[in-house]
């Protein structure tokens, strides 16, 4: 009993020591830990490292005292050196660091360094740090846009420019110092990260600097736009947006943002000579087809009641589109269900006139429902096999189940209907048709 009590009193003993570890203590820890990795090169003690200098740094005493952060900022250089190095083996491929952010927590400890401390030597290896530390700030920013971890490329770039200003406001030598172009790509790619990060409001300053600093690139007014129509400005991106391709009339960055922004505005028209464009420039690209038909089948329901001429076109042009996207890819689900679509809708409104000449019980009423019921009935037949050919690619398309139950329902074939509605109850239940329906009938 007396043996077990010792034991248990050792335990605790054990345990209340470590619990007690000051921040100085572990500060200790994490240069003993980092001496033997800059001599090893063994990559666990740059860890073991890294972990007690992340403890280390949350105590008060350690923060009081400007060599801490320089000692804490070594060992986060050295952690996103060793991240570069083995990420570069890797190819790139996405792997995890030691710690998130290590440059931009390594670029704040020097920064931070410098400040508090009153030595000549202190700035000197604050700056010196920083210096070194330039690159793989950059890098780190390089690899989470890669990872579209946009939060971190943010943090990353935007460090990278603050880096450069605090080393030329004090005298350190910034590796951007005779590279305006670079630092300016800096920028922009700090500017890039928010706008993917939908963080707008840090993006915009940005972007508006080197606009303001004549910075050259089809990617700023790109950016522009995204800023402001993600704001809601739509005037202020229309203007950014035309002075962009103006500048940069060939690139077909702007011209598929130029088509978002009519699309967005609802302007048809000027959007087909638009899409034509972009279908000159990049001839095998299946949704260009695919907008521009939808464009056109908007168009002919416009019309069609003002100018059935004009509908009519409309019509054919979209069939047309449709026909050309198949081309390319014969099995695209949706530009199949599309042109079912096309049939089926204009069916659907002719129904509305149906309507009206089922009230005239005249024999020559009688004789043009009959007439156009018969022309309604030929078009939704047109439609069918569409659909059929669609539900066959995508068996979990809504709009494909929900087409084929309402023509099924016209036909008569209420057992069929009864099955599309089924289906479509289980893929709005979150359910996947594992098997097409004319496939199970052998059709």
Not at 396 to 419: G, M, V
């Amino acid at each position: 009993m007396r043996n077990l009590f010792l034991s248990a009193l050792v335990a605790l003993l054990a345990v209340s020591t470590a619990f007690a570890q000051s921040g100085e203590d572990q500060l200790k820890e994490a240069s003993k830990a980092y001496d033997n990795y800059n001599t090893s090169r063994d990559a666990v003690k740059l860890q073991e490292a890294v972990d007690a200098v992340m403890v280390a740094m949350e105590d008060p005493t350690v923060q009081a005292d400007y060599k801490s952060y320089i000692e804490a900022g070594d060992i986060y250089s050295a952690a996103i050196n060793q991240y570069v190095q083995d990420r570069t083996l890797a190819n790139n491929e996405p792997i995890e660091p030691m710690v998130a952010r290590a440059a931009a927590t390594a670029a704040d400890y020097y920064m931070k360094a410098y400040n508090m401390s009153d030595k000549n030597s202190g700035k000197k290896a604050a700056l010196k740090g920083l210096e070194t530390l330039q690159g793989n700030i950059s890098n780190e920013g390089i690899y989470a846009i890669q990872d579209k971890n946009y939060e971190d490329s943010y943090e990353a770039f935007n460090k990278s420019v603050q880096v450069h200003d605090f080393l030329t406001e004090n005298g350190g030598e910034s590796a951007f110092a005779a590279d305006e172009t670079k630092l300016n790509d800096e920028r922009y790619y700090a500017a890039l990260s928010a706008v993917l990060n939908e963080n707008y409001a840090a993006a915009e300053p940005l972007f508006l600097a080197l606009y303001e600093g004549g910075y050259n690139d089809v990617g700023l007014y790109d950016g522009l736009y995204k800023v402001y129509s993600g704001k809601g400005d739509m005037d202020q991106a229309g203007k950014y947006l035309d002075e962009g391709r103006q500048k940069f009339p060939d690139e077909t960055q702007l011209l598929f943002t130029e088509i978002n922004y009519y699309l967005a505005q609802g302007k048809l028209d000027e959007l087909t000579g638009k899409l034509e464009e972009a279908i000159a420039a990049e001839p095998e690209n299946v949704s260009l087809y695919s907008t521009l038909g939808s464009v056109y089948d908007q168009l002919y329901q416009t019309k069609r009641a003002e100018e059935p001429e004009a509908a009519a076109g409309y019509f054919d042009q979209a069939k047309a589109n449709y026909e050309k996207g198949l081309e390319i890819e014969p099995d695209n689900a949706s530009l199949i269900y599309s042109l079912g679509a096309l049939y089926y809708n204009r069916a659907a409104t002719m129904t509305n006139d149906l309507v009206e000449l089922g009230n005239d019980f005249s024999k020559e009423g009688q004789a043009k429902y009959e007439a156009l019921e018969k022309e309604i009935n030929a078009e939704f037949d047109i439609a069918y096999p569409y659909f059929q050919k669609a539900e066959k690619t995508d068996p979990n398309n809504l709009n494909t189940l929900n087409a084929l139950k309402e023509i099924f329902a016209r036909r008569d074939n209420y057992d069929a209907s009864n099955e599309m509605k089924a289906r479509i109850e289980k893929v709005q239940a979150g359910e996947k048709i594992e098997k097409s329906y004319f496939e199970e009938q052998g059709m």
